[in-house]
């Protein structure tokens, strides 16, 4: 074996390396650890040792590739169902012709969360989407990645109404164009907003939903807790409820003999402090006696 080797050119002393050739019959060989360190090879069924014009042992592997490959069909024939259900039930229950790149593209958008979940039971989820402008519920295999049927109409009876009306305005644009009308009318109650984003409490079939309002895209937008930082002015083109601020105070102009005489009680501490603007104590309000 060592001479073998040795007169094909390859050192043995210490190294290992892995060879794989093409075989007429699909499979491929795998060459053994040369050296002191190479392993021994096992006799087994699906295992078979056969040696190369050079004498290099070499291992025949095909069941893994068998297994993988007898996997790998097994989940395309289940998808492959899946989907086929998919369309049977959306031609039966909603008489929608689909075929594979429009359920993909509803499984695209279960993935990239423009769907709104419902439950999940044994493996399986059911899904809001939006089909064609109507809310549909699908079920989805979340191990193969796949719509597996629509559910009738008459599975929303058994849930909230208020759920069913958050995802009718989350995802039909017809009823985001309502509530978005209701805002420019200036019907909806400013919370606050940021420098481009506005935050609304608005009414929608009885409830009340506070959503946020992008005036440079005009759309709707997820609703955000106030953030001292970023409060800013009313955006323009978006009506404003909000109270107006109070106008400062005028400054009063004193003489030198006043000034002089305010002074003095602050300094005798016959003065009574207000308030300070600072722990510092770089600013003070005092209430002190005299003309103006």
């Given amino acids: 074996m060592a001479g073998a080797v040795a007169e094909s050119g390859i050192a043995t002393r210490g190294l290992g390396f892995i060879l794989i050739t093409p075989q007429p019959c699909g499979g491929y060989v795998r060459c053994g ?15 078979q040792n056969v040696a190369n014009p050079c004498g290099i042992l070499v291992e025949f592997c095909t069941r ?19 989907r086929s259900h998919a369309n049977e039930r959306f031609k039966q229950r909603f008489d929608l012709e689909m075929n594979r790149d429009r359920i993909h593209e509803i499984e695209r958008k279960i993935c990239n969360r423009q769907a709104v979940a419902i439950e999940s039971r044994h493996g399986k ?37 208020t759920t069913v009306k958050l995802a009718r305005l989350k995802l039909l644009p017809s009823e985001q164009s309502r509530v978005l009308g209701d805002i420019i009318a200036g019907k909806a109650r400013l919370l606050h907003q940021t420098e481009s984003t506005a935050f609304y409490e608005v009414q929608y079939d009885g409830l009340s939903v506070q959503t946020g309002y992008d005036a440079v895209e005009n759309r709707l937008c997820p609703y955000r807790k106030p953030n001292k930082k970023s409060m800013r002015e009313p955006a323009l083109g978006v009506a404003s409820d909000l109270p107006p601020k109070a ?24 003065s009574r402090l207000l308030w ?7 600013a003070k309000w005092s209430e002190a006696r005299g003309r103006v």
């Fill in 33 to 47: 650890r040369v050296g002191p360190r190479r392993r021994r090879l096992n006799d087994s069924s699906d295992r």
């Fill in 64 to 82: 893994n590739t068998a297994m993988k490959q007898h996997a790998s069909a097994q989940l395309s024939k289940v998808r492959q169902g899946q």
């Fill in 125 to 161: 989820e059911n899904y809001f989407v939006e089909i064609d402008g109507k809310l549909i519920v699908v079920g989805y295999d979340g191990a193969t990645h796949r719509v597996v049927t629509a559910l009738p109409d008459e599975y929303l009876q058994n849930l909230s109404p």
């Fill in 247 to 270: 106008p400062l105070p005028p400054l009063m102009e004193l003489d030198p003999g006043a000034t002089e005489d305010l002074l003095r009680q602050i300094h005798d501490g016959t």
């Fill in 276 to 282: 300070r603007y600072s722990n510092t104590g770089r």
